[in-house]
């Protein structure tokens, strides 16, 4: 079983910057690959990044250029790093994390981004 807490999330100006953590714990093997995903309201939930345990990463266009995502391994964390914040960035971003043995995702409980205008 793995526990993902996620923290950094706020209000923010556009322009601003926000990073976002996402922790992991729980008895588990190894952690796969892990992402961060985000919901605003009536939308679906969309993948913003995510980052292989080999650090290979994936970005939605709408995101590139101006979010970073990283891990460190020895702590079970990844992070989002969210630079040059728009409006339509305002949403609740969600960690989700994979597990090979056995296969499984899990999901944070969502952490709130607002950016105004």
């Known amino acids: 079983q793995v526990q993902l807490v996620e923290s950094g999330g706020g209000l923010v100006q556009a322009g601003g910057s926000l990073r976002l953590s996402c922790a992991a714990s729980?008895?588990?093997?190894?952690?796969?690959?892990m992402g961060w995903y985000r919901q605003a309201p009536g939308k679906q939930r969309e993948l913003v990044a995510s980052?292989?345990?080999?650090?290979?990463?994936k970005y939605a266009d709408s995101v590139k250029g101006r979010f970073t995502i990283s891990r460190d391994n020895a702590k079970n964390t990844a992070y989002l790093q969210m630079n040059n914040l728009k409006p339509e960035d305002t949403a609740v971003y969600y960690c989700?994390?994979?597990?090979?043995?056995?296969?499984?995702?899990?999901w944070g409980q969502g952490t709130q981004v607002t950016v105004s205008s």
């Open positions: 989700n994390a994979g597990t090979l043995i056995p296969p499984n995702q899990y």
């Open positions: 729980g008895s588990f093997f190894s952690i796969g690959a």
């Open positions: 980052i292989t345990s080999g650090g290979s990463t």
